[in-house]
RNA sequence: GGUUCCGUAGCUCAACUGGAUAGAGCAGCUGCCUUCUAAGCAGCAGGUUCCGCGUUCGAACCGCGGCGGAAUCACCA
């Protein structure tokens, strides 16, 4: 935090005059003072006791005599229990601010260390091209493109890459359906969106397989081995096994309803708002790592069963037994994991690599990671889990099968209609165009929930309501928003949106009668870089979520405690404004690392 | 059953990673639009941080033991 720095050096340098012993920078620990006391940053002193042979009270009480003569930023300091807080010159706190005010852009560079020119590898979405996005695929997709933007933001190089899971039984399923029972039905001869059409028919297989086990087992047949002997899985079973051996009109098919589902992709990913560098398909990369697995069995980290399937054995790390590659020599998951890793450290040279996956697969990318190791590969170190969890219904989680989903292309469109709705209300459009309110429409509905979904810690299990519609009021994304064009609003009355950065530097070298509110904002506006940094190392955009909320609740009440447009008298005003100015700024910033836009007026 | 994650106000979430009297927003109740945006502001009420023991100056956070929920332990992906 700032001053931090600073005041531990001076509390490093004056130890020992004081108490005849030096301390190490791990023990002086600063937090901020808490609002119901006076001062700024307070030092705890419990840790420092044992150094200074004295109690806590007079431990700090002479520390604080000597910041306060000594250091020349602490202007007065007071103590209760092991407490020391200290209050840091209003010209300090100016000053600062002033220097970050004049360098709008650089502070983003700083922190975290940003490894060279090697990008970091982030995978996230990696949908089935089966069914449509749903709404915990929101939750991965903004999760993912909103770390790869905190990342940026602290200087890394991000590559996102998505991995489309195109093949399989699953895929087979629809494509078997449609065969059947669609009769020609395309995305133009029935008006739905691609990847809704393919999984409806996704959801027709299952409906008439569970006929035909139910036909079976009512003729007495055992349940298990009605699933098996249905007659829809086993063509299903066949259409896979066609595609493996590249039956042509298998792949036509397959194809084409791809390709259906890849538009309709395109539209909700627009709409979310996320992109990718490249996108992988399995298709391609499923038969890879089956040379990994060779060197592996040469090397003796893998062992063969008679059968002639891989394993890997990690019972010793208190996991299981793990297949690597099947007894008919075809890749699994694993494998095809295992090869598509080595192809990406091979084409990026990345220094880290992340995969935003639900956290039903933690136990896949321990054993991953685990065997990346075991084959002697240094870069396996770099990868990490990023690990969240699942968004539920209030009746439990959602099953596409079962039709219990929460749509993400319904819920987009409910969210903005909503958000129509209640601008209409407020009567805020009226001298807008009709592109313009859609426009506005759009941002504030996705603001919403997107705000909503990032605020989460992502490793907590979020619950939500489709009876209830998001809020837009209170700790939302459109009161951030709302904030932030009030704020243009103001700037735009006042007139000197131009004049700022004329202004900035007198106005604040000049006042000094920094009150209560317009010092909280300045400390929550200085926060910005560590917030930046805590959220890049937690790979949490409900850091920065949370933050820039706090931003925008400290504002109003600042806003709201003094008139910011005073004339009468011109640099406080002036100074005012500039801190409305700097506050709109940061809004924009954070909220751009959530993928959330800002209307300029609302 | 083994492993991992979670449990905080009626509800949805915070809590600077061990610090002071655990904070916001919904929902409920009171006030505030003749003044630059009331999607706002001020206030009231709401808590045994699942339970117990331990570690220490100090625990929502760390350890152990319970209770409750979830995920996972496939020749699926």
Redesign the pocket.
């Known amino acids: 935090?700032v001053f931090e720095q600073e005041l531990t050096d001076w509390v490093i340098k004056g130890f020992p005059d004081l108490f005849g012993k030096s301390v190490q920078r791990e023990n002086v620990?600063f937090?901020?003072?808490?609002k119901?006391?006076e001062?700024d940053l307070?030092l705890?002193v419990?840790?420092l006791?044992k150094f200074s042979g004295k109690a806590?009270e007079e431990t700090a009480k002479l520390l604080g005599k000597y910041l306060v003569s000594q250091s020349g930023i602490v202007s007065d300091y007071n103590v209760?229990?092991?407490?020391l807080?200290l209050s840091i010159d209003n010209k300090l706190w100016l000053s600062k601010l002033q220097s970050v005010m004049n360098t709008p852009d650089n502070r983003l560079e700083k922190s975290m260390k940003a490894d060279s020119d090697k990008p970091v590898l982030l995978e996230y979405s990696s949908p089935?091209t089966n069914k449509p996005l749903h709404l915990g695929h929101i939750r991965n997709n903004l999760l993912g493109y909103s770390v790869s933007r905190i990342l940026q933001a602290n200087g890394n190089k991000v590559v996102k890459v998505n991995v489309v899971?195109d093949?399989?039984?699953?895929i087979c399923k629809s494509m078997l359906a449609w065969k059947k029972y669609g009769n020609g039905e395309t995305p133009e001869s029935s008006g739905m969106k691609g990847d809704h059409l393919v999984g409806k028919y996704y959801v027709l297989f299952d409906k008439y397989y569970k006929d035909e086990i139910r036909a079976l087992t009512a003729s007495g047949m055992d349940e298990k081995e009605a699933e098996k002997q249905a007659p829809l899985m086993k063509e299903a079973q066949q259409m896979l096994l066609n595609w493996e051996h590249g039956d042509p009109d298998t792949l036509a098919l397959w194809k084409m309803m791809n390709g259906w589902v890849y538009k309709g992709f395109d539209i909700t990913y627009k709409r979310l708002g996320v992109d990718f560098d490249k996108i992988y398909y399995?298709s391609d990369t499923?038969l890879l790592g089956k040379e990994i697995v060779d060197q592996g069995l040469k090397k003796g980290v893998f062992y063969s069963?008679p059968?002639?399937?891989v394993w890997i054995d990690l019972t010793s790390e208190?996991?299981?037994e793990?297949?690597v590659r099947?007894?008919?020599g075809?890749?699994?998951?694993?494998t095809?994991d295992l090869g598509t890793a080595l192809k990406r450290f091979e084409e990026y040279n990345f220094s880290s690599h992340l995969y935003v996956v639900?956290?039903?697969?933690?136990?896949?990318f321990k054993v991953l990671f685990l065997i990346l190791e075991k084959l002697g590969y240094s870069w396996a170190s770099t990868m990490h889990h990023l690990?969240y969890?699942?968004v539920?219904l209030?009746s439990?989680?959602m099953k596409s099968r079962e039709g219990t989903v929460v749509d993400a292309d319904d819920l987009m469109d409910q969210m903005i209609s909503e958000?129509a709705r209640?601008?209409g209300e407020?009567g805020?459009t009226s001298d807008l165009s009709a592109a313009e309110s859609q426009n506005?429409y759009e941002q504030?509905g996705m603001g919403?929930l997107k705000y909503?979904i990032l605020?989460?810690?992502p490793?907590?299990?979020?619950?939500?309501?489709p009876a209830?519609s998001i809020?837009?009021?209170?700790?939302?994304g459109?009161?951030i928003?709302?904030?932030f064009?009030?704020i243009?609003?103001?700037l735009?009355?006042?007139g000197t949106e131009n004049q700022l950065s004329d202004y900035s530097r007198a106005s604040v070298s000049d006042y000094s009668g920094l009150n209560t509110k317009e010092k909280e904002l300045i400390k929550v506006i200085l926060?910005f870089p560590?917030e930046l940094n805590?959220a890049a190392?937690?790979y949490?955009p409900?850091?920065v979520a949370?933050y820039t909320?706090e931003l925008?609740?400290t504002f109003?009440?600042f806003?709201?405690?003094?008139?910011?447009?005073?004339v009468s008298q011109i640099d406080t005003s002036q100074f005012r404004l500039n801190l409305a100015s700097e506050t709109a700024k940061l809004i924009e910033k954070a909220s751009g690392l959530l993928g959330i836009s800002v209307?300029?007026?609302?």
């Open positions: 935090m620990s937090q901020l003072t808490r119901e006391f001062g307070t705890v419990f840790s006791t806590p209760i229990k092991g407490f807080n089935n899971n093949r399989g039984i699953h399995e499923y069963k059968d002639g399937s208190g996991l299981d793990k297949l099947r007894s008919d075809t890749s699994v998951y694993m095809q639900g956290n039903e697969q933690d136990y896949h690990s969890n699942m539920d209030p439990g989680k958000a209640i601008t407020l805020k506005l504030i919403a909503f605020k989460v810690d490793q907590k299990r979020m619950l939500f309501d209830e809020d837009f009021n209170g700790n939302t459109p009161f928003q709302y904030t064009a009030r243009k609003s103001v735009r009355k006042a926060r560590d805590e190392i937690k949490s409900a850091v949370n909320y925008a609740k109003n009440q806003y709201h405690e003094y008139s910011i447009a005073d209307p300029e007026r609302m």
